[in-house]
Nanobody, 114 residues
Framework: VLLQESGPGLVKPSQTLSLTCTVS??????????WTWIRQPPGKGLEWIGYITYRGDTGYSPSFKSRTSISRDTSKNQFFLQLRSVTPEGTAVYYC???????WGQGTQVTVSS
């Protein structure tokens, strides 16, 4: 199973960060998988952002809930992250993952800067 993150590497402050995770080798609608977004700021630990389940239900970390949306396109076997009103503290490597099976993407660097 492969997960691949994609999206812009540079986002300006106050804009929306949008990332795509393309999954191959497994269907995102397979019970009981949940598909997760996680990030790691430079010099810091992993931060769990949220998930979308095989049924399309979503859950978010309280730290991100007010400005985050996770969605999916089952026809493309992709799921998405939108993080609104980003600040420079949003600079991080962003990962998509299926934690149940320990599937991870390689991560994509996103820098928030004007």
């Amino acid at each position: 199973v492969l997960l691949q993150e994609s999206g812009p590497g540079l986002v300006k402050p106050s804009q929306t960060l949008s990332l795509t995770c393309t999954v191959s080798g497994a269907s995102i609608t397979t019970n009981p998988y949940a598909w997760t977004w996680i990030r790691q700021p430079p010099g810091k630990g992993l931060e769990w952002i949220g998930y979308i389940t095989y049924r399309g239900d979503t859950g978010y970390s309280p730290s991100f809930k007010s400005r985050t949306s996770i969605s999916r396109d089952t026809s493309k076997n992709q799921f998405f992250l939108q993080l609104r009103s980003v600040t420079p503290e949003g600079t991080a490597v962003y990962y998509c993952a299926c934690l149940l099976e320990d599937y991870w993407g390689q991560g994509t660097q996103v820098t928030v800067s004007s």
